[in-house]
């Protein structure tokens, strides 16, 4: 079957790279909240195919050839790309086969060698199915940053998600890549507790971004998207969406109860009512302050409305 080329899902930050796919679909195709993959059928491209878009981009970005016979979109990427970064699509493509990896990769410093830094989603099983001198491998590749997804430091909520896996993997795969010298971006859900764990989901949050020590973190706020499993559990009563209110109040629980060394924080997607961002520790203590007067005053007019809000 022919690889059809997925929706463009990216980190905010990777708003200005080149979406380049090796996969279609998630690998974990599970996860109760998520209407992008769950469900969806994992499918792999052929290096040769991967490389003849490259020999598209390179040719176009070095002398603004346009050939006929390259899908369009390959264009309408290259003129909004900052030429210095490529983002690897789709969900996780560190599940791409290893050796097919290092092709790809070896091919874009080949021959677009004016690329920075190369970047992808990873779940925590398949950074541990790597060994550490792949992972460095990768880095010596330019494979310079990876995010990856915690959703919740608690074990619960964890299972209750389909996440397929535990914190402590989590943790483990996170720090496995630092140690290859790979930047880490976790992402965190607000409200992924319901109103029951909502304490017990942001603590345990906060305990095991401590753990991890990452480079950024990005919180997001819960969404229920029709269809998926966590949807069906709130319709039936099973599951209570958090307020906007106590989406900020976890929010702040998890800047004040974690521990970093050197990590830029933000709540600056779609998804968030609000929105924050500093460096942490230093600026911990203006974030906390400024949340805590948002939370006080009350006042629904300091939130994005609900029709602002986006995945």
Excluded at 264 to 278: K, L, Q, V
């Amino acid at each position: 079957m022919p690889f059809t080329r997925p929706r463009i899902i990216r980190p905010p930050s990777e708003a200005s790279s080149y979406f380049l796919p090796l996969t279609s679909g998630c690998s974990n195709n599970s996860c109760a909240f998520c209407n992008y993959y769950y469900g969806s059928k994992l499918r792999i491209r052929e290096p040769d195919e991967v490389k003849n878009e490259i020999d598209a981009l390179s040719r176009y970005a070095r002398n603004s050839v346009h050939l006929p016979d390259v899908p369009e979109i390959v264009y309408a990427l290259a003129d909004q790309w900052d030429g210095k970064r490529i983002f690897l699509q789709d969900a996780d493509a560190l599940v791409y086969p290893f050796p097919k990896l290092l092709e790809v990769l070896a091919y874009i410093n080949a021959n677009l060698p004016f690329v920075e830094r190369v970047a992808t989603y990873a779940t925590a099983q398949d950074i541990l199915r790597r060994t550490p001198s792949e992972l460095a491998e990768l880095k010596r590749l330019k494979l310079g940053i990876m995010y990856i997804g915690l959703e919740s430091g608690d074990d619960e909520v964890l299972k209750a998600i389909n996440k397929g896996v535990d914190a402590n993997h989590i943790i483990e795969a996170v720090r496995r890549v630092k140690d290859a010298g790979i930047l880490t971006s976790v992402t965190v859900i607000l409200g992924l507790g319901g109103v029951s764990g909502s304490e017990k989901h942001a603590l345990a949050t906060a305990r095991v971004l401590s753990l991890m020590n990452p480079d950024y973190v990005g919180a997001l706020t819960l969404t229920l998207v029709e269809g998926t499993p966590l949807h069906k559990k709130w319709q039936s009563g099973d599951f209570q969406l958090i307020s906007p209110f106590q989406s900020l109040e976890e929010l702040a629980m998890i800047i004040s109860n974690s521990e970093f060394t050197n990590c830029f924080f933000t709540s600056m997607h779609a998804s968030n009512y609000f929105s924050i961002r500093g460096k942490l520790p230093e600026e911990k203590a203006r974030m906390v302050s400024e949340l805590k007067a948002i939370i006080n005053k009350g006042d629904p007019a300091y939130l994005r409305p609900e029709s602002f809000r986006g995945l």
